[in-house]
């Protein structure tokens, strides 16, 4: 189970993070995120950063990124995290990205899932999910909920995260 925690805001700058040598050169981005209020976070984003909808993202785009809570992380500031998932805002779909216990509710208790026959279950790499969705980590992609505690919803797709 990872503790997911995220950012949300606008990408303020997009650079190119080189290694010792040059090793790995441009397989490494640095993302930096303004929110509301003005704090920024900067963002590590390797080749296995998970791209939710596989989009590109550019400076201006509203994004959030997720990244371990449990991880250690570097006492700099802005504060710099290995982004584990990146979500750009979209206004016809919503996102949640959380453990969903053996009820398929979210550890928060904000978000149930009621699956459907028509629901897309698949792993990262775009295969198939065959298995049981419950006790996971899942990226929940879904429409309207209703507005009682916990939410409830049939998600268009899940993605488990293994």
């Given amino acids: 189970m990872t503790n997911f925690y995220s950012f949300h805001g606008t990408i303020t700058m997009i650079s190119d993070l080189v290694g010792h ?6 397989c490494n981005k640095l993302i930096s995120i ?7 976070v900067n963002f590590v984003v390797s080749p296995s950063t998970y791209f939710v909808d596989h989009v590109m993202v550019a400076i201006g785009d509203r994004v959030t990124g997720y990244y371990d ?3 250690p992380a570097i006492l700099i500031y802005p504060p710099q995290y290995p982004a584990l998932i990146m979500v750009k805002d979209s206004p016809y779909q919503n ?7 053996s009820q398929l509710e979210s550890s928060d208790g904000r978000l149930r899932l009621n699956i459907s026959p028509f629901t897309q279950k698949l792993l990262t790499n775009g295969q198939p999910f065959t298995r049981n969705l419950a006790n996971r980590d899942l990226i929940v992609i879904y429409g309207p909920a209703t507005k009682s505690i916990p939410a409830q919803t049939t998600p268009y797709r899940i993605i488990v995260w293994c």
Avoid: P, T
């Fill in 21 to 26: 040598n040059g090793e790995g050169e441009g």
């Fill in 34 to 40: 303004q929110n509301e209020v003005g704090a920024i």
């Fill in 69 to 71: 809570g449990n991880a």
């Fill in 95 to 101: 996102v949640k990205i959380d453990y969903f216990n």
